[in-house]
């Protein structure tokens, strides 16, 4: 159906990152969460991987770069491009792979100039980078200043940006430096050592959902948490409500996750969470001095 829109139906998003067989992170987290919000998803591999490489070493399954980058243009020319509306970037598997993420973006903006890029630059965490130097630089320096909207982790904004983020002014200031006009920085620090935030930063506002800390969590939530986040915008949510809702549902994920045991996220079992999560939580405004109440 060429560049047709079925009445109703929400338009598609992208979305460019690892594969699982067991688990869920990468394109299992996200692609399920979208799909559940009623998105069709173009699901894109990077890697396959059996399992999470924190469960221990696996093979690496890695497209070669020219297999690769002919399967993104062939993205690029299909006749179904209009159909979407956002492209989704994480975990790359090569550093090649940045730039046939950018011109597929590219192509996307000549085609729909409001569609939206949204960059999880899935590169490591406090323990360090998990990617190599070379993938990282390329996600800072190739994808960073193309999207729209960017979902850092602590560490990832301090490695992308050369800042500390070790307090919450500090974040923001250092998220502000980061390229993208919004950035959603993920278990930033609060005032209280026991509690996390995810911290959404723009030029003039900045707002902030604190949540309980969750120790021993599964892998996920940073990938779930961009397409949360992604998925309400689009579905019309203010920035505040979909901060707010996407944070309620992955601590509400969390928490069913622990009680069970689980060394995964269980999206399957618990997809209302995903819907129509029962967690309050409020994305309040932080004063920063060029902050202003949203």
Not at 58 to 73: D, Q, W
Not at 227 to 243: N, T
């Given at each position: 159906m060429q560049d047709q829109e079925l009445k109703g139906a929400k338009r598609a998003v992208i979305v460019v990152s690892s594969h699982v067989a067991r688990g869920t992170v990468g394109n299992r987290a996200a692609v399920f969460a979208l799909e559940s919000l009623g998105f069709p998803v173009w699901a894109v591999p990077t890697i396959l991987l059996p399992w999470h490489p924190g469960h221990g070493p696996?093979?690496?399954?890695?497209?070669?770069?020219?297999?690769?980058?002919?399967?993104?243009?062939d993205l690029e020319n299909a006749p179904w491009l209009g159909e979407v509306q956002a492209v989704l970037s994480g975990y790359l598997g090569h550093a090649s792979q940045a730039d046939a993420v950018a011109s597929l973006v590219n192509k996307l903006r000549q085609r729909n100039p409001d569609a939206l890029y949204v960059c999880d630059p899935v590169l490591g965490d406090r323990q360090g980078l998990y990617v190599p130097e070379?993938?990282?630089?390329?996600?800072?320096?190739?994808?960073?200043?193309?999207?729209?909207?960017?979902?850092?982790?602590?560490?990832?904004?301090?490695?992308?940006?050369?800042?500390?983020?070790?307090?919450?002014?500090?974040?923001?200031?250092?998220?502000?430096?980061?390229?993208?006009?919004?950035?959603?920085?993920?278990?930033?620090?609060?005032?209280?050592?026991?509690?996390?935030?995810?911290?959404?930063?723009?030029?003039?506002?900045?707002?902030?959902?604190?949540?309980?800390?969750?120790?021993?969590?599964?892998?996920?939530?940073?990938?779930?948490?961009?397409?949360?986040?992604?998925?309400?915008?689009?579905?019309?949510?203010?920035?505040?409500?979909?901060?707010?809702?996407?944070?309620?549902?992955?601590?509400?994920?969390?928490?069913?996750?622990a009680a069970r045991g689980a060394d995964e996220l269980m999206l399957e079992t618990d997809r209302s969470s995903l819907t129509q999560p029962l967690v309050p939580i409020n994305a309040s405004a932080v004063d920063d001095g060029a902050s202003h109440a949203a």
């Open positions: 696996a093979t690496r399954i890695v497209p070669e770069a020219e297999t690769f980058a002919s399967f993104m243009h070379a993938t990282a630089a390329a996600m800072r320096d190739r994808l960073m200043p193309l999207a729209d909207i960017a979902t850092p982790n602590r560490f990832e904004l301090e490695w992308l940006t050369g800042r500390n983020a070790g307090t919450t002014q500090a974040a923001i200031a250092a998220a502000r430096v980061a390229g993208p006009d919004c950035v959603l920085v993920t278990s930033a620090p609060t005032e209280n050592e026991a509690r996390q935030a995810n911290l959404l930063v723009t030029g003039k506002d900045a707002l902030r959902a604190e949540h309980e800390t969750v120790a021993n969590a599964p892998n996920g939530t940073g990938d779930l948490t961009a397409a949360l986040y992604l998925a309400r915008l689009l579905s019309g949510e203010k920035p505040a409500e979909a901060l707010a809702l996407a944070t309620g549902s992955v601590i509400e994920l969390l928490g069913k996750a």
